[in-house]
């Protein structure tokens, strides 16, 4: 496999979560074609754009993300892996995130309930010893 122009951390895992999945390098047809948008003259001139398509599964994927046609090759094969993973029904990257975010907002609400019933309650009570 190659390496992209990111770390090799994120080289490992690509490599790992594609061979999890089932995804090899001979399945795909890999193409580079002009991106659109932002990114001025070198996205204009240059074929930045990664086309890939599964040859098995027929799945197509493009990424025009970034200006660099490396760091799109990369992308565009996470973003293949993660289609792979949810036909497999596999934990995928959006996954993960939904269900960070999740346990995040669980928490700050448990943090917030904790911190304003309490300080209710206290309040309340002072509020009726005031009173009496």
């Known amino acids: 496999m190659t390496i992209f ?3 090799e951390e994120k080289n490992r895992w690509l490599r790992e ?10 399945d795909m047809d890999e193409r ?3 991106s659109s948008g932002a990114g001025g003259q070198h996205v204009n001139k ?3 754009c990664v086309w890939l398509r599964h040859r098995p599964t027929g799945l197509e994927v493009k990424c025009m993300a970034e200006r660099s046609q490396s760091l799109n090759r990369f992308l565009a094969r996470r973003e293949l892996v993660d289609k792979l993973a949810a036909l497999a029904g596999l934990p995928t990257t959006k996954n ?9 907002k ?5 943090k917030a309930t904790t911190k304003y019933t309490k300080s209710g309650i206290d309040r309340d009570i002072q509020d009726s010893q005031d009173k009496a």
């Open 5 to 7: 122009a990111v770390s």
């Open 17 to 26: 979560r594609m061979a999890a999945v089932g995804l090899r390098e001979e």
């Open 32 to 34: 580079f074609v002009r």
């Open 46 to 48: 240059t074929a930045t």
């Open 96 to 104: 993960d995130k939904e269900e960070k975010l999740r346990k995040q």
């Open 106 to 110: 669980a928490r700050r609400k448990r």
